[in-house]
């Protein structure tokens, strides 16, 4: 339906125009309602919020007779102020939010040391690329038994080698790995 039909609808007939906005925009509005509150709000939450929002809606749709524009776009702002709003209530129930002028900073503190990761993200960095380093068929062999946990057989199978062959080969790969790692100074 156009925008023109909803409001011809809605002025014949407010229950059943109400009714055909809501089943076209449902899920549109949903999906900004979920948006807004999947960090903080239940499954009950969303959906009180999500008729808010439609009854909303209908109230504005009523007294604005002559309102032109895009009734998607429309609907869409008050579907995000609304959740904003729910949101904000929500944060204020929990007790979840901090001013950042509150002397009692304590729940900011995140148990995520970044300094760490960024060192081991950078690591497994350099690792993946030594391996790499490594040529065929060691760097495959090394992929699959660290990274993918495959037995030795597994892997021969894979790569058209004995078992044997690729254990020998693994621990050829690995001290070979060991030098790369030491000569670029990184440290396990």
């Keep these: 339906m156009t925008d023109s039909e909803f409001k011809a609808l809605i002025k014949k007939s407010p229950a059943s125009g109400h009714r055909a906005l809501f089943d ?3 899920n ?3 999906a900004i309602v979920v948006n807004k509150l999947r960090s903080c709000g ?3 939450d969303m959906e009180e ?3 808010d929002v439609f009854a909303d809606v209908y109230r504005k749709l009523e007294k604005a007779e002559g ?3 895009d009734l998607k776009a429309y609907i869409g702002v008050i579907a995000k102020r609304r959740a904003i709003d729910f949101y904000r209530r929500l944060a204020n129930v929990s007790g979840t939010t901090v001013s950042i002028y509150d002397d009692n900073m304590d729940e900011l503190v995140s148990e995520t040391n970044i300094e ?3 060192e081991k993200s950078e690591r497994n960095d350099i690792l993946l690329k030594k391996v790499k380093e490594l040529g065929e068929p060691d760097s495959t062999i090394i992929i699959q038994q660290y990274y993918y946990n495959r037995t030795a057989s597994e892997i021969g199978d894979s790569i058209s080698m004995t078992a044997a062959a690729v254990q020998k080969r693994s621990v050829r790969a690995r001290n070979k ?3 790369m790692l030491t ?3 990184v440290s396990l």
């Design 24 to 26: 076209e925009y449902c």
């Design 28 to 30: 549109y509005v949903y």
């Design 42 to 44: 239940t499954r009950e």
């Design 49 to 51: 919020c999500v008729s």
């Design 67 to 69: 309102r032109e524009g």
């Design 116 to 118: 760490r990761n960024s």
């Design 177 to 179: 790995l060991r030098e």
């Design 183 to 185: 000569e670029a100074g």
